[in-house]
């Protein structure tokens, strides 16, 4: 359905991309050189007992640099596949982990666990028009 | 709000979001799947709908095609039928001028002896 403003470049799903692969590559950096951030924030203390800030930091460089070169590359399918896969499962994971923590915690808020569903949403919406055949010639 | 308040301790949270997170890993390791699968659904109703609408078109070609034939035939044939009356008004002249001479010639035959 056409934007009824018009807009094209910012609803596309080429740039939602972009924008997460900037926020996952963020991510990763400061997990791997400023672990001691995420390690004195209690939000993260069970995701950092199950993985070492600099495993979840190359799990998040590696998502967001895949990301990065769909971005770059983005008619080839496979790759997107393989971004929004990877995306996914630490988005998804991260949602549900937060989720946990706030059914177990009285001292959190909703915030986080929802932040992640929105980028969930977001990958969500990268990953529609894949489902759509190739236009016919 | 608690509903897991219950599990208590820091190891069963733990556990359970480690549990969480492989969960979410395995299901959404899938994606690649669905994505296949309802793109090929997609393919296979976009296919079904251009076949339906090549269909209609064809049949739509059909009829009119019948339409054109049988203008076509029923034009031959009303000249035809009027090729043919005017051969059988001719031959109907031709006829009518015979008769005529036939009378003319009865007329003029003379009464025999035995009249």
Known sequence: ?????????????RTTLGVLSSAFTIFGLSLLLQSHRWASTPAYHVLLLILPAFAWGALFLA?????AVSVWQYRRRWLL???I???????????LAFFVRYLTSPSTTP?????WMVFDYLLLRVAEPLTSPPPRK | MMILAGVGGTDSVTFVTSAVLAFA???????PIVLARRRSTKEATQEAKAKLDEAQKEASNRAELTLGSWTALNGALQMEITRLQSVIDRQQAVIERCQARVEVL???VRPGKDA
Do not use: H, K, Q, Y
């Open chain 1, 1 to 13: 359905m056409p934007d009824p403003l018009g807009r094209t470049a910012f609803t596309s799903g």
């Open chain 1, 81 to 83: 596949v393989a971004a």
């Open chain 1, 63 to 67: 998502s967001g640099l895949t990301m």
């Open chain 2, 106 to 108: 009865e007329a003029l």
């Open chain 1, 85 to 95: 896969t990877t995306g996914g499962m630490l988005t998804n994971g991260w949602m």
């Open chain 2, 25 to 31: 890993a395995i299901t959404t390791s899938i994606t």
């Open chain 1, 111 to 115: 915030e986080t666990w929802v932040s």
